[in-house]
C-alpha cells in the first residue's frame, strides 16, 4: 500500500538525517514496520510480498531523498526484512527474493548504481540469514535470482546491466564469506525467470552473464570451477521453471563460462570444462566451440 510506502520513506528521512550509521537505522525501521504491517495483514503469500515491496521501496525513495548512500540502505532493508519476517513467523526465502527484486529495480528508478545494490543486498542477504537462523545458501540464491528480476527485460541494454548486477553479487558474497556457486545459481535462475522464451537474445544473456559470474569469481580469487558449475545448474532450474528446453540453456551457460575462463588461463579453460560439461543436474551438457 503507499501509506506503507509514505511512512517508511517518512521515517528513513527523519532517521538518517544527521546520522552516520544508516545500516543499522535502515534495518530497524524496515523490520519494526514489516512486523507492524504483518500482523494486521497476515505474513503469507501475496500480504508478504506486498508488505516487504512496500518496505524495500519505501528505504530506498526515502534514504534517496535525503542523499544518503544507496547501497548501505539496502543492506540494512534486507537485514531488517530478514529480522521482521522471522519475528512474524513468515517464509523467510520468498521475503528475500521479493526485497532484493524491489531494492534493484527502486535503485534503479532513482537513478542509482544497481551493480552497487545488489553487492550490498548479498551482504545484507548472507549477514542476515546468519542472525536468524536461515540456511545462507538457500537465501543467497533467492537473493541473487531476486536482484535479476529487479532488472527487468532482457535486450542488449538489460544484459549488459546484468553483467553489472552478477558482479556485484560475487563481490558481495566474497566480501562476507558467502557461496560463490549458489550465487551463479540464482543469478541463471533470475535470467531465465525474466524471459518469455529461449530466443536469441535469452540464450546470448545466459552465456553473457554465466561469463560475468566466472570473471568476477576470478577477480575475488574464488574458484571459477564452482562459479561454472552453479550458473550451469541455474540455467537448468530456470529452464525448467519457464518450460523450455534444459539442454540448450545449459550449453549457452557453459558456453559462456568457457569463453570467460579462455580470457583468464589455460588452467581456468580445464577447470571450468569439467566443472560445467558432461551431464550435471540429469542434462548432457555441450558447450560451443570455440572459447579459448
Known amino acids: 500500500m503507499q501509506a506503507t510506502v509514505d511512512k517508511v520513506k517518512n521515517t528513513i528521512v527523519g532517521t538518517l538525517k544527521g546520522t552516520g550509521e544508516i545500516v543499522n537505522a535502515v534495518a530497524e525501521t524496515a523490520s519494526g514496520t514489516l512486523v507492524t504491517v504483518l500482523k494486521s495483514t497476515g505474513s503469507v503469500g501475496k500480504a508478504l510480498t506486498e508488505a516487504v515491496t512496500d518496505v524495500a521501496g519505501g528505504v530506498i525513495r526515502g534514504t534517496s531523498q535525503v542523499g544518503e548512500d544507496l547501497g548501505k540502505a539496502t543492506k540494512g532493508a534486507v537485514i531488517g526484512v530478514l529480522k521482521g519476517t522471522k519475528e512474524v513467523g513468515g517464509e523467510a526465502l520468498d521475503a ?35 542472525s536468524v537462523g536461515v540456511k545462507g545458501v538457500d537465501a543467497v540464491g533467492a537473493a541473487a535470482a531476486g536482484a535479476i528480476q529487479g532488472i527487468g527485460g532482457v535486450g542488449a541494454a538489460a544484459t549488459q546491466t546484468v553483467s553489472e548486477v552478477a558482479r556485484g553479487l560475487i563481490q558481495g558474497a566474497s566480501n562476507v564469506g558467502g557461496d560463490l556457486g549458489s550465487v551463479a545459481n540464482g543469478t541463471l ?68 563460462a568457457l569463453r570467460a575462463a579462455g580470457d583468464i588461463s589455460t588452467t581456468a579453460v580445464e577447470q571450468v570444462q569439467k566443472a560445467a560439461t558432461g551431464v550435471i543436474s540429469g542434462v548432457k551438457v555441450v558447450a560451443k566451440a570455440p572459447f579459448a
Open 189 to 256: 535462475v533470475g535470467v531465465l525467470r525474466g524471459a518469455r522464451d529461449l530466443g536469441g537474445q535469452t540464450t546470448e544473456a545466459v552465456a553473457t552473464t554465466a561469463g560475468s559470474l566466472v570473471k568476477a569469481t576470478a577477480d575475488v580469487g574464488g574458484d571459477v570451477a564452482t562459479a561454472a558449475k552453479g550458473a550451469v545448474e541455474g540455467a537448468i532450474q530456470g529452464a525448467k521453471e519457464i518450460g523450455v528446453d534444459t539442454a540448450e540453456a545449459a550449453s549457452a551457460a557453459a558456453t559462456g
Open 96 to 130: 528475500v527474493g521479493s526485497t532484493v527484486r524491489n531494492l534493484v529495480k527502486t535503485t534503479a528508478d532513482v537513478g542509482g548504481d544497481v551493480g552497487t545494490a545488489a553487492r550490498q543486498a548479498m551482504e545484507g542477504t548472507i549477514e542476515g540469514a546468519a
